[in-house]
């Protein structure tokens, strides 16, 4: 494994959900409090910006080529070539506090949303969201304070939630077939003294990866939880982290300088910038939305 590597300088509030898309050989990612979305190519240093007409907060591919966003408003499409946004749902437009934050897509191309109460972290009153193929959306659990990053299990049967404000990821038995949720149990505590558990992504030996809010580092658990490493990241807040690369082995991870004080801004000048890592293990491709 090599050292980890400062390789973007793009400064935004709140990056997250890194995602490879290998046809173009680029990551994506977005800037959760600065309404963007970006692109970048390792190969030869190119990146795109986009300023968008919602503040998008993840970003999932559609099997068509388009785009679905989490967005503080709802459910979006959107097309990157002409930067239009169509907000299709929004589960919790009549709760004010509340908004959308991380997704991810199932095996068989559905979508999976969580939600956050951006009035007091710390309530129990997040839930999770499913949005099937034929746009219909389903409430499958609730009881987060604040539900974050998620992922699949390699072979779909497990999704894993990041419970961030009561510092721990859980499990629950994913049915393929229907897309219910069954058998929640904690996964992993995690320390306080280690930061806030944000972003999460599921390797391809069904290893799961956490990066640490306020925890300068992120962590790889084996399927039982135990610690297998971490990995020192330079910068307070790491938010997300997805894999990328030809080879699916590049650790691409996103972190933040909100809630900085100018002070600390200046201590740590990279902070909101994207480091990678280069691994000795293969990630997976994320799935598409197939509707």
């Known amino acids: 494994m ?32 600065g309404s963007a979305v970006h692109r970048y190519e390792p190969a030869s240093g190119a990146r795109k910006d986009w300023a968008l007409d919602v503040a998008v907060t993840a970003l999932a591919r559609r099997a068509s080529g388009k785009w679905l966003l989490a967005t503080k408003t709802g459910l979006a499409f959107w097309n990157q070539e002409t930067n239009a946004s169509e ?19 199932d095996r068989q191309g559905r979508l999976v949303a969580g939600t956050a109460n951006v009035q007091d972290f710390e309530a129990s009153d ?8 034929d746009h219909s959306l389903h409430q499958i659990d609730d009881g987060y304070a604040i539900s974050n990053g998620m992922g699949f299990s390699p072979d779909g049967t497990i999704l894993y939630v990041t419970d961030m404000f009561h510092n721990r990821i859980v499990a629950l038995d994913y049915d393929i077939a229907s897309g219910a949720v069954s058998n929640k149990r904690t996964f992993v505590e995690v320390p306080g003294d280690t930061g806030l558990p944000d972003g999460l992504t599921v390797d391809a030996d069904g290893f799961v990866w956490s990066a ?8 790889r658990y084996d399927p039982d939880g135990t610690i297998e490493r971490q990995i020192p990241v330079p910068a307070t807040n790491a938010t997300s ?10 650790l691409y991870i996103t972190t933040a300088w909100f809630f900085m004080s100018e002070e600390e801004r200046k201590a740590q000048p990279h902070a909101g910038d994207v480091f ?3 691994t000795d293990i293969t990630g997976l ?7």
């Open 126 to 133: 997040g839930a999770i969201y499913r949005l099937d193929t």
């Open 276 to 278: 990678r890592v280069k």
């Open 241 to 250: 982290l997805g894999f990328g690369g030809a080879e699916m082995n590049e």
């Open 2 to 33: 090599s050292e980890v590597e400062h390789i973007i300088s793009v400064q935004d509030e709140v990056g997250e959900t890194p995602i490879w898309i290998p046809d173009e050989q680029a990551m994506y990612w977005v800037d959760l409090e």
């Open 87 to 105: 907000i299709i749902v929004d589960p919790v437009s009549d709760i004010e506090a509340m908004r959308l934050n991380d997704t991810a897509v």
């Open 285 to 291: 491709v994320e799935p598409q939305f197939a509707g």
């Open 212 to 219: 640490h809010w306020a925890g300068s580092r992120v962590t």
